[in-house]
């Protein structure tokens, strides 16, 4: 298994550009989502999904959209970059079997705007 | 939003056992109480998670009082590898996962 991988692993964009951070995960996992973590800081939910079709807000969703169109994939777009979201992203899948919930990391996309 | 409060940082000596803890006073009956290691420029990654009572495993120990109103987070004889964020979350009962800032761990030689 490959777990969960992300493109790109870096990324600079000008201002008012857009783009797409991929997210990908091998694990059949229903609950997938995305966080930023500024540095210094914890991490921050932006989007989740707890299933194909299904999407919600997390704490800081403003600027970002997401779609949920198979298991596998969770795509997170910015639609106007800002120096504010600067900052690295992390997708995860969570694993809820046998009652133990474990979250699966993606190692990172490192994202700069200026 | 389900929040837990840790202490911001803890310094230790390699060879020492470090305990950290957590305080989730609302903690609700289906809640789990999950612990995460995150080194530099990686994600986090699962270390141990506990209902009640004691859980241990290969990397460290969970200590839950019957109250369930605090976690202990234990590393037996840390080394300097072990120099990490550690976060404490409540999962379970929440769509969402919220990670508060964490306890930086730093192991001094």
């Known amino acids: 298994n490959a777990g969960v991988t992300q493109t790109p692993k870096f990324q600079v964009l000008k201002t008012g550009q857009s783009m797409t951070l991929q997210c990908a995960q091998d694990?059949?996992?229903?609950?997938m989502s995305w966080y930023r973590q500024d540095p210094g800081m914890g991490l921050r939910l932006i989007h989740y999904?707890?299933?194909?079709?299904?999407?919600d807000q997390g704490e800081v969703p403003n600027g970002y959209n997401v779609s949920r169109s198979t298991t596998e994939d969770f795509p997170l777009r910015l639609l106007s970059a800002a120096p504010s979201q600067t900052s690295v992203y992390f997708c995860?899948?969570?694993?809820?079997?046998?009652?133990?919930?474990?979250?699966?990391f993606g190692p990172g996309t490192r994202l700069l705007v200026l | 939003l389900a929040k837990t409060t840790q202490p911001i940082s803890m310094d230790s000596y390699e060879g020492q056992e470090v305990n950290i803890t957590c305080s989730h006073n609302n903690i609700a009956t289906n809640d789990y109480i999950t612990w995460y290691q995150q080194f530099p420029s990686q994600g986090p990654r699962f270390i141990i998670q506990?209902?009640?009572t004691k859980v241990t495993n290969e990397v460290a120990s969970l200590f839950i009082p019957a109250d369930r109103k605090s976690s202990t987070l234990s590393l037996p004889r840390v080394s300097l590898s072990d120099t990490a964020v550690y976060y404490c979350l409540r999962t379970g009962s929440a769509r969402q996962l919220t990670f508060g800032s964490g306890t930086q761990l730093t192991v001094l030689p």
């Open positions: 506990g209902y009640k």
């Open positions: 999904s707890v299933g194909a079709g299904i999407t």
């Open positions: 694990m059949n996992h229903e609950y």
């Open positions: 995860a899948s969570r694993d809820s079997g046998q009652g133990v919930e474990t979250q699966y």
